[in-house]
């Protein structure tokens, strides 16, 4: 029997800054029934099981896996909940099929931001409870430090890391998606409020609002219910640690480990080669770069100097973020990995429309989980099953 994974189906929101007119179960209920109609599902009640990707803390309430089931059509069945990325909940769902115990599984990502007032002091409750805690600094701070290293280390500059947001900026006209598209100029990034030196306002995603449902099956299962089924080639995931005193300040061990262990899984040797678009967390703007280098598609320092000779771009080299990213479309927090995961099929489909790449046929999409965290995870995503 094969132990191959693929989606079989999406549904999403258009994400919106503002979305005081219904509430996170209302737009699951939303993208849910899409997922499913694109699955051709002939019923809810052939869903094995159900993942859904959420945080307590930014959710404001505990057990979080006991508010989706309804909405989603999973009432005794088989859901629980993981704190991270909406790709963590993807890695589980192709876990929970290859094991055998499900055949069908639903994973679910949402973000209700602008429902969240205090975001900052919520994402501070992250840092260590003894010896950074206490300091009461912005997590946005812990951003700019490791922009500072990432820049000293690697020779990129202010100015790559400003061309990365008026790269994905412009892309985003090109999706349907998009909050933040924008035409920029570099002064223009860099002369933006200045949040922590050198982080200025622009150079950082702004929230939105929207959800994603995705439904999994195995070989069998997916080729019955889906023309076009996107295999899932590989996943890797990995923690460094979460100490701001005790990490490698000076390479991003999250996003090479868990590429590696993506490629492994993949039996890719080259993903220089091998994979033909990004969907990269860009979250900050320098981190595009640095988790582009991290992934080993750049080598250090390599990656500033490619995006200025426009092999980041849609019709370049190494085409990344041609969605816009979270900085042309905006982050939805953990549900991030639905933005990226939502490209991929539709590149991998054929179905991007104006910003349709002459060359999908294998892609990675990269999550990290932001300040002050080192989690991160990478799938492989492919028209072609192993």
Not at 152 to 165: D, I
Not at 171 to 187: E, G, I, M, R
Not at 265 to 279: H, L, R
Request: net charge neutral.
């Amino acid at each position: 029997m094969s132990n191959s994974v693929a989606i079989v189906g999406m549904g999403y929101t258009s994400p919106r800054p503002l979305t005081p007119e219904v509430s996170y179960k209302e737009m699951i209920y939303e993208a849910a029934i899409k997922a499913y109609h694109d699955a051709n599902l002939p019923s809810h009640k052939d869903i094995d099981g159900f993942v859904t990707c959420a945080e307590d803390f930014i959710e404001g309430t505990s057990i979080f896996d006991e508010y989706t089931p309804d909405q989603l059509g999973g009432v005794q069945k088989p859901m629980h909940t993981i704190t991270g990325d909406l790709l963590h909940g993807i890695a589980t769902a192709v876990m929970n099929i290859q094991t055998g115990q499900q055949d069908i599984v639903v994973v679910e990502a949402h973000s209700k931001l602008s429902n969240v007032k205090s975001l900052d002091h919520i994402t501070h409750y992250a840092t260590d409870p003894i010896l950074t805690r206490p300091l009461n600094v912005n997590p946005h701070a812990f951003a700019a430090l490791d922009m500072q290293r990432f820049l000293h280390v690697s020779k990129n500059t202010l100015k790559h890391c400003a061309e990365v947001v008026i790269k994905n900026k412009r892309n985003a006209f090109k999706n349907d998606l998009s909050c933040h598209a924008q035409n920029l100029t570099v002064q223009e990034v860099l002369d933006s409020e200045e949040t922590f030196r050198p982080l200025t306002h622009l150079q950082k995603a702004s929230p939105v609002d929207g959800a994603f449902v995705f439904v999994l099956a195995n070989a069998k299962k997916a080729k019955k219910l889906n023309k076009k089924p996107i295999w899932i080639r590989g996943c890797g995931w990995i923690s460094d640690s979460p100490s701001l005193e005790t990490r490698a300040w000076d390479t991003c061990d999250y996003a090479k480990l868990s590429g590696q262990m993506a490629y492994r899984q993949a039996k890719i040797k080259n993903p220089k080669t091998q994979i033909d678009f990004f969907e990269i967390d860009d979250t900050y703007a320098f981190k595009e770069l640095q988790h582009l280098e991290a992934l080993g598609i750049y080598d250090k320092g390599k990656s500033g100097n490619a995006l200025l000779n426009g092999a980041l771009d849609p019709d370049g080299a190494m085409p990344t973020n041609v969605s816009g990213g979270t900085l042309g479309v905006g982050t939805f927090h953990d549900a991030s990995g639905g933005l990226r995961t939502v490209e991929m099929i539709k590149q991998l489909r054929g179905e991007a429309g104006p910003r349709q790449l002459k060359k999908a046929n294998t892609g990675l999409a990269f999550s990290w989980r932001g300040v002050p965290t080192t989690s991160g995870i990478t799938v492989i995503y492919s028209r072609k099953g192993a």
